[in-house]
Nanobody, 124 residues
Framework: QVQLAESGGGLVQAGGSLRLSCAAS????????MAWFRRAPGKEREIVAH????????YYIDSVKGRFTISRDNAKNTVYLQMNSLKPEDTAVYFC?????????????????WGQGTQVTVSS
């Protein structure tokens, strides 16, 4: 069993930055691809970024390209999402998710492990 725990959310003004962290614990010996999803009020959950165990297969949704950076430190079992130039439309609950398998998965279905989420609120 794997547990994921997000941290780093909060309230920030537009144009500001936040760094989210996702720490994995439990049976982490297997390699996982990781992703960040978000769910904004009244909207469906969407993928924000993806990264493979190797650090390859990096993917970003178009709306965050050039502003967000996903990275990971496998020695610390932690994945990060650096969010810069934040906009009010980035306001959402952000979730990290993990799955086994190759390639890039942009839908929630393939992800077996999920954190509880962390709230990000961007004020205008």
């Amino acid at each position: 069993q794997v547990q994921l725990a997000e941290s780093g959310g909060g309230l920030v003004q537009a144009g500001g930055s936040l760094r989210l962290s996702c720490a994995a614990s439990g049976s982490t010996s297997s390699s996982f691809a990781m992703a960040w999803f978000r769910r904004a009020p009244g909207k469906e959950r969407e993928i924000v970024a993806h990264i493979a165990w190797s650090g390859d297969d990096i993917y970003y949704i178009d709306s965050v390209k050039g502003r967000f950076t996903i990275s990971r430190d496998n020695a610390k079992n932690t994945v990060y999402l650096q969010m810069n130039s934040l906009k009010p439309e980035d306001t959402a609950v952000y979730f990290c998710a993990g799955r086994r398998g190759p390639g890039i998965a942009t839908k929630a279905g393939p992800y077996a492990y999920w954190g509880q989420g962390t709230q990000v609120t961007v004020s205008s």
